[in-house]
Every structure is written in C-alpha cells, then in structure tokens.
C-alpha cells in the first residue's frame, strides 16, 4: 500500500464534487460521479468506490494510485503527481498569507462537517427523524466547568452515543455562528485514525496536514491569544474502541492520542471528546490518565454507561418527530420496552409506514430482540462462530449460584478459539466487557450485554441441546439448571414461543411440570395468555393454530390456569381467552366462576351479574357433579353485597356438608379445580357471620380434602385455608391463634417473599394488621395500611382493603389512639362503598364480614 499525503487526498475529494458540481454528496450522487468521471477520462471508476471514498461503505485501505491518477485527471490535472505539487506550491503559499485561528476554524468546519454526514447516513432512524437528548448539555455543562481536558461518552453498543453527539455539534456549531463565538469543533471518526497509521506520521502531525497546515508551523504559533481570546479547541473523536482496531494498531494509535493529549492538557483551550464502550475506557483509562484531574466521566458508581436510555418524554418527542400525524400514548411498560435506542431502530425498520407505539403490545420486544439477534449475530459476519462461542459461554455460567458474568481468563482459550465472532459479538453490544481489577485483585469479566440477551441465548442453547423440542426433559432440564433462578420464568417465555412458533402446541401442557413459585406462576399464564390472545387473533395464517383452538386443553394444563393466588387483572384476560377453545360444560363453569370470583373480590357487581347470567345458562343438572354449587355460593355472595340479604338455603347447604360428606369419594379429588370451589364455599360459610360454624367446616376440609396440607402454609391452599382460619379466631377473640398463624406463614415466607402473588400479600397485611390493632405496636398498622392500599389500587383488590377498613372502623381504641389514621380509613372506606354503589349499613352494623380469601 502506498503511503499518501491525507490531506492532499481530502483536497482531492473536494475537487471532484466542486467539478461535479455537487455541494453536499450523497450516497445517490455516487453512482452520478461513476458516470461523469467515466464520460470524462475513459476510465471507470465504480459506484462502490465513490461510496468507501466518501465514507458510504466502509474501507480499511486508501485509493490505489491508479485511481487516483483518473480522479486528478477528472479535475484537469495531468496525474496525482501534478496535482500533489500544485497543491503543496498553494498550501506553502496559503499558509504564509493567512496563519489565523479563522483559517483554521473554517478548515476544521468543513472536516467535522464532512464527518457528520457520514455519520448521520449511518443512523438507523432517518437523522432528520430523531431528536437532541436531554442529557448531553448536561453533561458538557459539568465537563466544561469541571476543569477536565478530557471528557467522554460511554455506554454499550445502540445506546445513541453518536447521534446525540450530532445533535450537540450541530446545535453547538449554529449557537456560535449566532453568538459570533470563534470555537473550533474538529469531528473525526476512529475509521479515520487507521489513516494515521497507513501514513506513516504522528497523530499530531497528522491533524495539522489535515488541516492543511504543514508540520515545520506548530499549531501553537496559530492559538496564540490574541487571535484565540476565549475560544476553544475541541478535538472530538467518535468510536474509539479497541474492537476497531488489530491489537498493535489500537496500542499504537492510543499512545499517539495520548501524546496529543500531553502536550495540550496544560491549555484551557484544548477539550479532548470521546465516544467509546466501557470495556476500551476501562481497560485503558489507567493509561490514559494523565496527573490527577484531567477526565470528566460523569460515571455513578458501579456504572458502565453515562448515556442513559430514553425517557417517557423523549420517547414520545420522537415519536411525534417521525410520524406527527399520529398522538403517541406511551404506557409506562412501553416506555420500559422501548427504552432502548437500538430496539427502537429496528421497531421503526419493521414500521416505517405510518409508525406508532400505540399499537404495541406486551410481545413487541421479544418481536424486536429476535429481529435484533437474527440479523446482527445469525446473519452477520462469522454466524456459527459466533454460535458455538455463544453455545460455550452460556455452558460456562456459573447457574448454581446464579452468576451471569465470567472471568475472562477462565474463557480466555475460547476467546483466542474464536477471536473473529467474539469481536463481533462485542461490537454489536451481545456481549460486553467490564474491568473492575483494583491494585491487588485482576477482576475482568464477560457478561452479556443486557438481561434479554441473556435469557434469550439460554433457551436458544437449552432448546438446541434438546433437539429443539418443547417437551418433558426440556422442563426438567430448566427445572435442574435454573432450580433457584429469577431467570427462570424469562426462559421459559422464550421456550414457549418457539414452541408455538414450531408447532409444537401440543405439548404446552409439560409447562406444568415447572417448578415455580406462585407469583413465577402468576407471570407465565398471564404471558402464555397473552400470547395465546395474540395467536387466536391471526389464526387464518396458522392452521396448526385453528386445530389447537379447536381441541380441548388437556386436564393437566386446564387445571393449571386455576387458583385463588392468581386474581388478577391481567388473569381475568386470561380466563377469557380459554372461553374460545372447545371445553365441556363443567369446564366453562368453572372459568365463569372464576371470573365471578374476580368481580366479588373487585367490588365490580355488574361484572358478577353477568358471570351469574352466564352461569344461570347451564342447566341445573350441570351442577349435579359439583360437590359445593358455584351458582349458589356466588349468588348469595352477590345478594349479600348488592342488598345486604343472606340467602339462609346455600349456607344450610353447606353446613349440611360438613355433617354429612358424600361417601362418593370423586368431589374430594385433589386439583386446583377443587381448591377453588372449596374456599369459595368456605367464604360463603362466612356470611352466616358465626365464627364456630366457619371452624366447623374448616376442620370438615381438613378430614376430608387435603388433610396433609392444612398445617402447610407454603402450598397455596394452606395459605389461604390459614388465613381463614385466622379470621374466624379474630372473630371469636383468639388473638393468640390470630398471632400464631401469621408469624407461621411469616416464617415460611421469610426468605422467599417475592414467591407471594399480589393477591396473596394483600391477604397477609390484613393478616397482620389484626395482629397489631389494639395493642402497644398499633403504630405500625400506618405502614401496613400503605402496603395494603398501594396493592389494591394497583390490582383492584377492593373487597380485601373494605375488609380490613371494618376491621378498623370498629376499633374504638384506634380512633382515640390515632384519629388521624381512623380519620383517612373512614375517608376512604365510604369513598369505596359510594363508589362501587355499596350500602354503609351492611357492613357496620354487622359483625364481621369475609376476607374474600
């Protein structure tokens, strides 16, 4: 490769398209320029040429002198030769005329804006389309009145570093054309340095031939401070990372930038800007830092980014940018979603007509990191490389202990293996590194780049592993390796769209062999309902799906959809989404009853009107089967909150029960099914407002349903049968039992809280609340009261929060102790009742009411 003046071949460039007559070119213009330099000299020189010339494509090596020779000729020069000397005799005599800080601004100008339309062409979004962040005149706010020489811009692969960087020269470069402000913005990309190194010169002596001045005139003589007053210099270099570069080259262009940064720091003048990933500042920056003061990085504590994601405001300025007929609403679970800069390119690439976040839904990010890891690990460079490395990395995780990161040395074979697909996978942010080493400890780790990646690769390895099949050992292999991992339910969302993706629906039902706590639980069927909703909605393009839909779900996977811990507003979507396949009638009873269960518990009475309609459909005989009668307990319960009537003929149902069990042993059978019914009646047994007989038929569930998970508050069941039973002895006064039962569930969840659903957590404060009142600790039933409020609101669970309100309202030593909290209960209790079109009457002047468990 011939070594070549840069200079003289940037002037070369701008010769050409002043010849072609183009001012600002374009990647268009390129194949126009391939034309007219053929039409001209007789030679051709390509479209793809014009494009790495320009910086529309990318090229690791200057023009050949062959090349070159054509070009100098377009512009009427005899050769490159010719036009080199013509250029040096103007440059000689340009810089003894015009040695100025103007001329040098303008030269660096014209360089930083070359630089920024290149950089804008690489935008993912339409530059023109995306919007200034707001963190970035912060940021230079506080380097600037730091002190720093140098400053930088670090975080992973797509998280906008560049593009707001654009944004802030931009604006930058036009307030200082307004102000009559003399600062100098030089732009360079690190594709730029390799330049340095083909020249063979330093990176000092490189800018200033850049800038058309000549190595004998130090660029000191020009910053003199007559002509220089206040302005400065900002030397910004986009990209520096060691992924950019061979080993030796960043080694050696590093020492050059460092040398540069040496002999300007003690200036005020010069600014040195960065755009960089973590691991190059983290692995470099102890060489980097020059005396004490000198880099501004704007890092919190254990950061590996100061540029943050989007906010909900910027998402939604973006939006409104890129299609502004369209009102954005951006949900806070979007903007959570969509935070990302570089999910949000490929949102737009898949939605460029008539582009919105309004119709995204719960699956839009899985959509988006599948798009993402097809195109940029799949179908990129070194695809199987980058599979297998990803393949050993993922074997490598420590999983028992839950560590996702890995000392690189203990990879480092792998890495050396495949060197080529690890770079690659750094480059696009799938995996990065972090540098924590400290003087006697080396601490340099590979994590991925981001919790989704993360998942993502375990199911791919897990189902690559298992011969790509949704199946039993598939779970059970989940179950060994991610026995006590927050991952797990991640893993398992993404197993279960590849198995609907396959064509694999049948064997949905081996999720029931996942061992999962019950929020864990909670959160898959809401997911799996989401997706089966989504599904049903396009199933004209899926015929595997229309079969799926119109047979049964097996009896192993229908009773799973099934439990008091899963009331929840999402779980009521649910529950409908099941009415569309093919059930039984006893099936479909049982989902209407859920889902009037779901409308007593929020108050919601015209919902518990239309469930009792639909179930009132069935004929009477349907409920022959039924051990305890849904139809009745519901309806009862729905006199008693609509009229304040008790139906006498269901709760002398149910007390018959517990005197006389069925010999038939088929309604005693142990499933979720069965659990449900069961504590719905044992509510209903309730509004005979008699704590005894509650008790009595407590203990007839514990003889004949379950007997050996009574005593057992981890299982679902034993919750929510203790809690009842803690109610009942509340009534009667016991509140040693009332203390016993919650300090015995306290202690099974102690180290396990998160396994609580919503549901279940409501339950337990109105547990503890009763625990508290009337004694010396009452103070803290504000906390509690907090804890219950904010669940509710956030889930709709009015019936627990009217419950404990009661509770309270009747406490006279409370309203003394503490009028202020008796004061807001009571605000908020008729506030309820007048709301959802309740009598204050039925439940003051009562004993007690349930607590919808």
């Known amino acids: 490769m011939n070594t070549i003046s840069l200079h003289q071949y940037e002037q070369l460039k701008k010769r050409i398209l002043v010849t072609a007559g183009i001012s600002h070119v374009l990647p268009a213009d390129c194949k126009v320029l391939s034309h007219r330099v053929s039409k001209k000299t007789g030679n051709r020189i390509s479209e793809t040429t014009f494009k790495r010339i320009y910086g529309f494509a990318h090229s690791k090596f200057t023009p050949s002198l062959f090349t070159l020779d054509i070009l100098a000729k377009y512009c009427d020069h005899k050769g490159w030769k ?10 000689i005599k340009n810089q003894n005329e015009n040695l100025n800080w103007q001329l040098l601004q303008q030269t660096a100008h014209k360089i930083t804006a070359f630089t920024l339309q290149a950089l804008k062409n690489k935008s993912g979004i339409p530059y023109n389309q995306t919007i200034k962040r707001d963190f970035i005149d912060f940021h230079f706010d506080e380097f600037l009145n730091s002190g720093c020489t140098g400053t930088l811009l670090t975080a992973p692969a797509g998280y906008g570093k560049t593009i707001a960087l654009c944004h802030w020269i931009e604006e930058k470069m036009a307030a200082d054309a307004a102000n009559g402000t003399n600062d100098i913005i030089l732009l360079f990309s690190s594709s730029a340095l390799m330049s340095v190194l083909l020249s063979g010169k330093g990176l000092n002596d490189w800018i200033l031939t850049l800038l058309g001045y000549s190595i004998d005139n130090d660029i000191n ?3 003199d401070i007559k002509q220089r007053k206040d302005s400065k210099f900002y030397l910004i270099v986009d990209g520096f990372d060691e992924f950019m570069f061979k080993n030796e080259q960043f080694k050696v262009t590093l020492n050059q930038l460092i040398d540069v940064f040496s002999l300007y720091q003690s200036h005020d003048w010069f600014k040195l800007v960065l755009t960089t990933r973590f691991a190059t500042w983290i692995n470099n920056s102890q060489t980097m830092e020059i005396g004490t003061g000198t880099w501004f990085t704007g890092l919190e504590n254990d950061s590996y980014s100061n540029v943050p994601l989007f906010n909900r405001e910027e998402l939604k300025k973006l939006c409104h940018k890129i299609n502004p007929a369209v009102e954005s609403v951006i949900s806070i679970e979007v903007a959570e ?6 999910y949000l390119q490929f949102y737009y690439k898949l939605n460029k007509v008539n582009f919105s976040l309004n119709s995204v839904d719960h699956f839009s990010i899985y959509e988006l990191i599948s798009t993402f890891i097809i195109h940029r690990v799949f179908l990129g460079n070194y695809p199987t490389e980058k599979l297998l490395f990803i393949k050993k990395f993922v074997e490598a995780l420590d999983f028992e202990n839950d560590v996702y990161q890995i000392d690189r040395l203990q990879v480092n074979d792998l890495i050396k293996q495949y060197s080529h697909a690890y770079q690659e996978l750094l480059s696009i942010g799938f995996l990065r590194e972090t540098n924590e080493s400290s003087k006697y400890h080396y601490n340099n780790c590979i994590v991925f780049g981001n919790d989704n990646f993360l998942e993502y690769s375990i199911a791919r390895i897990l189902l690559y592993e298992n011969s790509n099949l949704f199946d039993a050992d598939l779970i059970k292999r989940i179950n060994t390796l991610l026995a006590n991992s927050p991952r797990k339910v991640e893993v398992l969302k993404w197993c279960i769209m590849h198995a609907i993706n396959s064509g694999q629906l049948r064997n949905i039902d081996q999720l029931t062999e996942a061992i999962l706590g019950s929020n864990e639980k909670l959160e898959l069927i809401i997911f799996l309902g989401k997706l089966l909703e989504k599904e049903s909605l396009s199933v004209k393009n899926n015929e595997a799906l229309v079969q799926y839909f119109k047979q049964p779900f097996s009896k192993k996977i229908f009773e799973y959809f099934f439990g008091f811990e899963l009331i929840n507003p999402d779980y009521k979507k649910v529950l409908n989404v099941l009415l569309k396949f093919e059930f039984s009638t006893k099936k479909k009873i049982l989902i209407h009853t859920t889902l009037g269960i779901i409308a007593a518990i929020q108050l919601d009475l015209n919902e518990l009107e239309a469930c009792l309609l639909n179930l009132k459909a069935f004929q009477k005989t349907a409920y022959d089967s039924f051990i305890i009668n849904p139809l009745n307990c519901l309806d009862a319960l729905y006199y008693h909150l609509k009229y304040g009537i008790i139906k006498r003929e269901v709760l002398r149902d149910l007390t018959k029960l517990s005197f006389n069990p069925p010999t038939d042993r088929t309604g005693f059978k142990k499933c979720a099914s069965n ?24 203990e007839f569930l514990k003889k004949n349903y379950k007997p050996d998970l009574f005593g057992d508050n981890t299982t679902q069941y034993g919750f929510f049968l203790k809690v009842i039973t803690a109610d009942a002895y509340y009534d009667l006064g016991n509140n040693t039992k009332v203390a016993e039962t919650y300090y015995a569930i306290s202690n099974a969840y102690k180290n396990s809280g998160e396994r609580l659903t919503p549901y279940m957590k409501i339950l337990f404060h109105n547990l503890k609340v009763k625990t508290l009142i009337n004694t010396p600790r009452a103070i803290h039933i504000v906390t509690e ?22 509770i309270l309202l009747k406490s006279a030593d409370l309203q003394t102790s503490m009028p202020k909290l008796y004061k807001q209960v009571n605000y908020d209790f008729i506030k309820m009742l007048h709301e959802n079109k309740l009598n204050t009457k039925i439940f003051l002047q009562q004993n007690a009411i349930s607590n919808g468990a």
């Open 221 to 223: 003589v020009l910053l």
């Open 785 to 806: 009261m907090k804890s219950i409020n904010a669940i509710a609101d956030k889930s709709g669970y009015k019936f627990p929060k009217l419950y404990v309100s009661v």
């Open 675 to 698: 659990d449900l019914l069961y504590l719905l009646g044992l509510n209903t047994m309730m509004l005979c407002y008699n704590s005894k007989k509650t008790i009595r038929f407590i």
């Open 337 to 342: 979603s969509f935070n990302h800069p570089l």
């Open 82 to 91: 010719d036009f080199c000397e013509k250029e040096d005799n103007s440059l």
